[in-house]
């Protein structure tokens, strides 16, 4: 059973243009963690929510948590080459604990 | 500080013999995650310590697969005999109690079992 679904599980756009990523469980989460993960490389963190309906922004990068904390969303604006890679989001089912459960994860293709 | 180390970062190997991977986690911290990584599975965790106890195991496939931390600088992962189904991304990641839940991620191994 995967606890969390990530949609879409693959998308390849043009340099310039805006994209969103969907994380989305039946569960409810205490907070949820965005990693991007690059060819040959271990995932790497992005940013933690842990305030449903919480927003935050990194860049051209959005970062919403929903009201319910049940999912989240990710996105881009004027995405750039450099923002390809898989987009990994992980879930805590309890504040402080150390166990996350992942995605499957959004493999994100800019083309130049 | 060198981030989380992994080794080797690729293995191959034959079916039916014994694979050990190794990993040294970021000085200070206190937790250790070993995970795989499949196309079909994405990231899954097998098993994390905490100050080298053995928190949960319940993500280790079977009885092929053990795991040790000896000590605060160092953990093995180790399966024998190993099958081409273990063929996948092992990474292991360290995190610090306290650090918003901020896991950091080796580079991983990658398995290749014939």
């Known amino acids: 059973t995967q606890l969390l679904e990530q949609s879409p599980q693959f998308l390849s756009i043009q340099e310039g243009e805006n994209l969103t990523v969907y994380c989305n469980s039946s569960?409810?989460?205490?907070?949820l963690q965005w990693y991007r993960q690059e060819p040959g490389e271990g995932p790497v963190l992005l940013v933690t929510?842990?305030?449903?309906?919480e927003v935050k922004k990194l860049k051209r990068l959005t970062f919403q948590f929903g009201d319910a904390r049940k999912d989240s969303s990710l996105h881009i604006t004027a995405a750039q080459p450099g923002d390809t890679g898989l987009y990994l989001c992980a879930g805590a089912r309890s504040q402080g604990a150390q166990k996350l459960v992942f995605g499957q994860g959004t493999r994100l293709t800019i083309n130049p | 500080d060198a981030g989380v180390i992994q080794s080797p970062r690729h293995e191959v190997t034959e079916m039916g013999q014994e694979v050990t991977l190794r990993c040294k986690p970021i000085s200070g911290h206190d937790y250790l995650f070993w995970y795989r990584q499949t196309m079909m599975r994405g990231l899954e965790l097998l098993i994390y310590f905490n100050n080298n106890v053995p928190i949960d195991d319940s993500g280790m496939p079977e009885d092929r697969f053990s795991a040790k931390m000896p000590n605060a600088s160092f953990s093995t992962l180790k399966i024998q005999p190993s099958e081409p189904r273990d063929s996948a991304v092992y990474f292991c990641a360290s995190s610090l109690l306290g650090d918003t839940d901020t896991q950091y991620f080796g580079p991983g191994t990658r398995l290749t079992v014939l």
């Open positions: 929510v842990v305030t449903g309906g």
């Open positions: 569960s409810v989460f205490s907070s």
